[in-house]
């Protein structure tokens, strides 16, 4: 009884996220109510509500680390606009065809997951078109592809995705053959729908760029900030990769270097001048809404994990389909509407490395599908939830216009990918 009124209060909050400007409600009001509902639910048929305390806990120490490492990236995402840096690299971008431009930032935030991850690029590549583009159905479009180039990206990268990180640490895969499996794949996922989304374009410029206003010493801080910020950003993966401790923690420290940097940079200034670069006033930039949006959908999500939900779901796929590759199909088209974190994490209770030992197709086929089969739908993915936040994207209309592309591009890494394994053995 319990597990249906969860599951009624998530599919009710879902429609009330997707139908938020019919509503007039903000997405993180419906976002929260659902996330706190479903926890109340499972508390009061539970027989001990200090057990699920303790669980729900946990879930929130797992939430936490995610929306931690949003805040900090979007805070140096934050200084470095509000130091101009964005500038000196779209002053650097010479074409003028919004196609050729749409196909370079497709590259950029494919490969740029990779070494940093699809949540941070998505932030990175959303800032700068932004930009660089005056119409705001352009950035909508340009936003969808970055989200699509974003996750493909991270998909074949121990380091680009949360899902493929996961499986990395857990044993499932290593580091190289996962790349050297994955990439190909992924570039499929990239390339079809930016060829379409580039065919869109054909024929129409990018507006001349004003020159920047910035005086000689302005231009030179916004290229030690730019600098410091993007390098710090890179420093993240490793950081983990070297202590293992959770990206988070990597992001907090790199904020915080950013921070005493920021202050020797200006500590020269009025205080009224120097204020407007600090951090505290990047963080008021930050888009809190979003953040609470991610922390009310993840809390829903883990309510359907602790419940065995998920857990039950994938046991039926198994039972139904039969076929790993349907299986990981099925989990990669369910990631669009759940978080792909758990439905991987079940996976990986489900399947032993006796069943399926590592660098076993189906392990990279999950990491393919989970981490590209969320951008069907925006808030799909990390990347897609911190996209919609800063560009205010509508859920219909990226329902409308980008998941159909998104979705193309999921069948074609899949073909891709079999045809690989059946040309390989």
Not at 79 to 87: E, P, Q, Y
Not at 99 to 113: E, M, Q, R
Not at 308 to 333: E, R
Request: aromatic content about 10%; glycine content about 8%; some cysteine.
């Amino acid at each position: 009884m319990a597990t249906t009124i969860i599951s009624f209060i998530f599919v009710l909050g879902y429609i009330c996220i997707a139908m938020e400007h019919r509503l007039r409600v903000n997405k993180a009001a419906s976002a929260l109510i659902t996330g706190v509902l479903c926890w109340t639910v499972y508390t009061l048929q539970a027989e001990s509500a200090t057990i699920i305390s303790s669980d729900l806990l946990h879930q929130l120490g797992e939430i936490s680390s995610i929306l931690f490492f949003l805040l900090g990236a979007m805070t140096i995402v934050e200084l470095i606009d509000s130091h101009n840096g964005f500038d000196i690299i779209t002053q650097k971008i010479s074409t003028k065809s919004k196609s050729k431009l749409l196909i370079l930032i497709a590259v950029i935030s494919f490969f740029l997951s990779a070494l940093l991850d699809n949540l941070t690029t998505a932030i990175v590549m959303t800032s700068l078109c932004a930009k660089i583009l005056s119409d705001r159905e352009d950035k909508l479009w340009f936003a969808g592809m970055i989200v699509i180039a974003a996750n493909a990206g991270g998909a074949w990268s121990p380091l680009g995705d949360v899902t493929t990180t996961m499986l990395w640490i857990g044993g499932q895969i290593s580091a190289l053959n996962i790349m050297r499996q994955l990439l190909l794949p992924s570039m499929a996922v990239c390339i079809v729908p930016a060829y379409l989304i580039a065919r869109r374009f054909r024929g129409q410029t990018v507006k001349e760029m004003l020159p920047s206003p910035c005086t000689i010493k302005e231009k030179k801080e916004g290229k030690v900030i730019l600098s410091f910020g993007i390098g710090f950003l890179l420093f993240v993966p490793i950081f983990k990769t070297v202590t293992h401790l959770p990206p988070f923690m990597g992001m907090l420290l790199a904020l915080g270097f950013m921070w005493i940097i920021t202050t020797i940079i200006h500590k020269t200034k009025e205080p009224e001048l120097a204020e407007r670069y600090t951090v505290s006033k990047a963080l008021q930039k930050v888009d809190t809404p979003s953040i609470l949006f991610f922390l009310g959908i993840l809390l829903a999500v883990a309510a359907l994990q602790a419940t065995g939900m998920l857990k039950t779901l994938s046991g039926g796929l198994t039972a139904v389909l039969k076929d790993d590759f349907l299986i990981g199909t099925a989990l990669g088209l369910l990631s669009a509407l759940v978080d792909n974190v758990p439905l991987v994490a079940a996976a990986q209770g489900m399947y032993d490395l006796t069943t399926y030992p590592t660098d076993h197709p189906f392990w990279e086929f999950l990491a393919l599908t989970t981490g590209t089969g969320g951008s069907a739908i925006i808030i799909g993915s990390a990347a897609g939830v911190a996209v919609m936040g800063i560009e205010q994207i509508d859920f219909v209309w990226y329902l409308k216009k980008i998941s159909w592309l998104a979705v193309l591009g999921f069948v074609a890494g899949i073909l891709v990918f079999l045809l690989q394994y059946w040309l390989t053995g």
